[in-house]
C-alpha cells in the first residue's frame, strides 16, 4: 500500500495534536529552565505547562533515525547526507545528526583544518558582497546534510545570513496542571550526621531534598510539518517527496518508540486509534512499514547526497600560506 501524499499538494501545513499520558500512574517531570524551573504559564484553558520544547524535540527526531550502536544513520536510510567527525586517530566523535547546530557545530567548521568550511562557502556560492545564491545554498545542505532542510540550520560561521528555518517543529504541553510535591532523602549509611570536614557540599551525611512532578488533565505532542517551506526550496518533486517521507517517518518512529523524556517522565500515546492530522479530515499518519518502504524508494531517486566524514583535530585552523617570494623557503 503506497502513503498517499497527493492530497498534501494543496496545504501549507500538515499539523497533529496526539494525546499522551503517563506509562503509569499520573504523575510526570517536566522540562526545566536555568532560573526558571518549570515552565508553567496561564492559558485560556486555565493553568499549562510546557512538559518538552521545541528545541529539544528537534533533537529527539532527529534521534529516530541514529543507530547508537554504530555511530551511524539506520542502514534503512543509506544514502541520505550527513557529516561524521573523527579524531586524528580515526575515533568516532560526533556527527552533523547529533549536534546541536548540524552542519554549524564548531567540531565541523573547523575539522580539516576549516577546509570543510571553506567547501561549503563555495557550494554554497557564498559572497559577503553579494545577495545570498539561494539555491546553491540549499543544494548544498541537501548534497552535505539533509536533516538541515528538516530541522533548521544556521551557517553563522560562514555567512549570518545563511539560515534555514525548522520545516518540522513539534513540541509537548500539558492542560489542568496541578503541582504534585514530594520529596526524599539521600541516605549515608557510613556518615549520616554532620562531622567537621564532612558535610554534604562534599557528598557527606544524610541530605533530605523535595521535589515537584505535575499531573495534567492533557497532555498533548503538537506537531507542524511546513509543507510549503519545503516546496519552496525547489529542489524538484523528488526531494520533496523524499522530504515530506522523512518527517513522516520520523514522526512515526517517534510515536512507536521511546518517549521517555527523563527518568520520571515516561510517556506513550494515549489513544488506540490512529494519529489523524487536524487540518486533513481522514488523512491519518501511516505505519512504519509503509512509510519506510515508500522512503527507500526516495532516497534512491535523489542523486548528489553525500555521507562525509571530516578530521577535528583540537581546533586548530588551517596555517596561512606563505607569500610566494623569490627568497621565501618552505616550511617543512
Same mark, same amino acid.
Given at each position: 500500500? +503506497?502513503?498517499?501524499?497527493?492530497?498534501?499538494?494543496?496545504?501549507?501545513?500538515?499539523?497533529?495534536?496526539?494525546?499522551?499520558?503517563?506509562?503509569?500512574?499520573?504523575?510526570?517531570?517536566?522540562?526545566?529552565?536555568?532560573?526558571?524551573?518549570?515552565?508553567?504559564?496561564? +492559558?485560556?484553558?486555565?493553568?499549562?505547562?510546557?512538559?518538552?520544547?521545541?528545541? #529539544?524535540?528537534? =533533537?529527539?527526531?532527529?534521534?529516530?533515525?541514529?543507530?547508537?550502536?554504530?555511530?551511524? !544513520?539506520?542502514?534503512?536510510?543509506?544514502?541520505?547526507?550527513?557529516?561524521?567527525?573523527?579524531?586524528?586517530?580515526?575515533?568516532?566523535?560526533?556527527? +552533523?545528526?547529533?549536534? $546541536?547546530?548540524?552542519?554549524?557545530?564548531?567540531?565541523?567548521?573547523?575539522?580539516?583544518?576549516?577546509?570543510?568550511?571553506?567547501?561549503?562557502?563555495? +557550494?554554497?556560492?557564498?559572497?559577503?558582497?553579494?545577495?545570498?545564491?539561494?539555491?546553491?545554498? !540549499?543544494?548544498?545542505?541537501?548534497?552535505?546534510?539533509? =536533516?538541515?532542510?528538516?530541522?533548521?540550520?544556521?551557517?553563522? #560561521?560562514?555567512?549570518?545570513?545563511?539560515?534555514?528555518?525548522?520545516?518540522?517543529?513539534?513540541?509537548?504541553?500539558?492542560?489542568?496542571?496541578?503541582?504534585?510535591?514530594?520529596?526524599?532523602?539521600?541516605?549515608?549509611?557510613?556518615?549520616?550526621?554532620?562531622?567537621?570536614?564532612?558535610?554534604?557540599? $562534599?557528598?557527606?551525611?544524610?541530605?533530605?531534598? #523535595?521535589?515537584?512532578?505535575?499531573?495534567?488533565?492533557?497532555?498533548?505532542?503538537?506537531?507542524?510539518?511546513?509543507?510549503?517551506?519545503?516546496?519552496?526550496?525547489?529542489?524538484?518533486?523528488?526531494?520533496?517527496? !523524499?522530504?515530506?517521507?522523512?518527517?513522516?517517518?520520523?514522526?512515526?518512529?517517534?510515536?512507536?518508540?521511546?518517549?521517555?523524556?527523563?527518568?520520571?517522565?515516561?510517556?506513550?500515546? $494515549?489513544?488506540?486509534?490512529?494519529?489523524?492530522?487536524?487540518?486533513?479530515?481522514?488523512?491519518?499518519?501511516?505505519?512504519? $512499514?509503509? !512509510?519506510?518502504?515508500?522512503?527507500?524508494?526516495?532516497?534512491?531517486?535523489?542523486?548528489?547526497?553525500?555521507?562525509?566524514?571530516?578530521?577535528?583535530?583540537?581546533?586548530?585552523?588551517?596555517?596561512?600560506?606563505?607569500?610566494?617570494?623569490?627568497? #621565501?623557503?618552505?616550511?617543512?
Amino acid at each position: 500500500m +503506497s502513503v498517499n501524499l497527493e492530497s498534501l499538494n494543496q496545504k501549507t501545513r500538515l499539523l497533529f495534536d496526539i494525546p499522551l499520558k503517563p506509562v503509569q500512574g499520573e504523575r510526570f517531570q517536566p522540562t526545566g529552565f536555568p532560573n526558571l524551573g518549570a515552565a508553567t504559564y496561564t +492559558s485560556a484553558v486555565g493553568q499549562s505547562l510546557l512538559v518538552e520544547s521545541a528545541q #529539544s524535540m528537534a =533533537n529527539r527526531l532527529e534521534l529516530t533515525i541514529w543507530d547508537e550502536g554504530k555511530n551511524a !544513520l539506520i542502514d534503512d536510510l543509506k544514502g541520505l547526507s550527513y557529516v561524521t567527525v573523527v579524531d586524528t586517530k580515526g575515533k568516532f566523535l560526533t556527527s +552533523s545528526t547529533l549536534e $546541536a547546530h548540524r552542519l554549524n557545530s564548531v567540531y565541523i567548521e573547523v575539522s580539516d583544518g576549516e577546509t570543510f568550511k571553506d567547501k561549503l562557502a563555495e +557550494s554554497c556560492n557564498y559572497d559577503e558582497k553579494s545577495p545570498i545564491d539561494r539555491k546553491a545554498f !540549499l543544494e548544498t545542505m541537501l548534497k552535505y546534510d539533509i =536533516n538541515s532542510l528538516l530541522h533548521g540550520t544556521f551557517l553563522e #560561521s560562514i555567512g549570518g545570513r545563511l539560515r534555514v528555518a525548522r520545516a518540522i517543529s513539534s513540541f509537548i504541553e500539558a492542560e489542568g496542571v496541578r503541582v504534585a510535591p514530594s520529596g526524599g532523602v539521600k541516605n549515608d549509611h557510613v556518615t549520616p550526621s554532620k562531622e567537621e570536614g564532612k558535610d554534604a557540599a $562534599a557528598g557527606y551525611g544524610n541530605v533530605p531534598f #523535595s521535589r515537584d512532578e505535575y499531573v495534567a488533565d492533557r497532555i498533548t505532542l503538537y506537531v507542524n510539518i511546513d509543507l510549503a517551506q519545503i516546496r519552496g526550496y525547489g529542489l524538484g518533486d523528488a526531494v520533496t517527496k !523524499l522530504l515530506t517521507l522523512l518527517a513522516l517517518f520520523k514522526l512515526r518512529c517517534l510515536l512507536d518508540g521511546d518517549l521517555r523524556l527523563r527518568t520520571a517522565c515516561d510517556l506513550v500515546v $494515549a489513544s488506540s486509534e490512529p494519529a489523524e492530522a487536524t487540518n486533513i479530515p481522514g488523512w491519518t499518519l501511516p505505519a512504519k $512499514a509503509e !512509510l519506510l518502504q515508500e522512503l527507500k524508494s526516495a532516497i534512491a531517486s535523489v542523486r548528489g547526497m553525500e555521507a562525509s566524514t571530516v578530521t577535528y583535530s583540537g581546533g586548530k585552523k588551517k596555517a596561512a600560506k606563505p607569500e610566494a617570494d623569490d627568497n #621565501s623557503t618552505k616550511a617543512v
